[in-house]
């Protein structure tokens, strides 16, 4: 296995205040971190005071973090055929971005959305359109836009590699990128859990996105069977990826070097918890880590 190590943490909430976020991601033992900074299913914008903005970077440096992400709201589709849906699109992902750069974020994943209908080739110039004008708006120089590959099926819009690799090209910036989530591409048939299949997923993600466009993986173990098309988290090593899964995933130094987040149920249903850390870590080949004391593993 490679010697370059993962950074490895989870989702944590930001109840409270954006602040939060810091000790809930030190309680699990997190290095890196990502957060919903307003709720998931509304387009209510978060107003962050330069007082509250202290507090948080304050705490951040001081618990030796590594990196935060921000997810866009649900709500997000910039492929949708109604006009109005595409605007708001884009204005909360401008927000977005905008957030991302005062809290020196790393970056803003968003799933692309359902064409709803219309078609993947229809919507994909107007997708390509929306996101040239996030990254001109937001005029963000830190934060990364990260198109994230979906579960879905029907009108979904990245469920394949090679959808998501033609919305990256179409945004034709250098400010968009990639998330891979393990439990959506399983769910979209992509075999992440034998040796077989994790080395053809990840020649396909070589060929059609490259490495360079990865930055960042969502590791989710699969409730549902292969090519399920169903989008159902469970902890690792609980799913059908299991943890030989992970290893395998992890074993590849093209995939070491990126952050990767949890996003599981956790064991008492509260989301990533130390558990899953710990587990995904030993995937890695990496020691446990220990809560609140991130800085020092």
Not at 83 to 108: C, I, N, P, T, W
Not at 252 to 258: T, Y
């Amino acid at each position: 296995m490679s010697a370059e190590r993962p950074l490895i943490g989870g989702h944590v909430s930001t109840r409270g205040g954006i602040d939060k976020a810091v000790d809930n991601a030190q309680r699990i033992g997190a290095e890196v971190f990502q957060t919903h900074p307003t709720p998931a299913q509304t387009w209510t914008p978060l107003r962050l005071d330069d007082i509250v903005l202290g507090v948080y970077k304050e705490k951040f440096a001081r618990a030796g973090l590594r990196g935060h992400y921000l997810h866009a709201v649900y709500l997000v589709n910039l492929a949708s055929p109604k006009a109005f849906l595409v605007k708001q699109s884009v204005g909360s992902l401008v927000h977005y971005m905008q957030l991302a750069e005062r809290l020196e974020a790393d970056g803003v994943v968003f799933h692309p959305g359902s064409h709803l209908g219309a078609g993947f080739e229809a919507m994909l110039p107007q997708m390509g359109a929306a996101l040239r004008e996030v990254v001109v708006r937001s005029a963000t120089t830190r934060p990364l836009l990260l198109v994230e590959n979906s579960a879905g099926s029907g009108g979904c819009i990245g469920c394949s590699l090679e959808e998501v690799a033609r919305i990256v090209e179409g945004a034709a910036s250098d400010r968009v990128a990639v998330c891979f989530d393990t439990q959506h591409a399983f769910a979209s048939g992509y075999d992440v859990h034998t040796a077989e299949g994790v080395a053809h997923t990840l020649s396909e993600l070589d060929r059609l996105i490259g490495f360079d466009h990865l930055a960042l993986v969502h590791a989710n173990d699969s409730r549902r069977e292969l090519g399920s098309n169903v989008d159902r988290h469970a902890n690792i090593g609980d799913g059908e990826i299991g943890s030989e899964g992970f290893r395998l995933l992890l074993a590849d130094a093209r995939v070491r070097r990126v952050p990767w987040i949890l996003e599981v149920p956790g064991e008492t249903q509260d989301g990533p918890d130390l558990v899953n850390v710990n587990r995904l870590r030993a995937c890695a080949g990496r020691p446990p880590a220990q809560p609140e004391a991130v800085a020092a593993v």
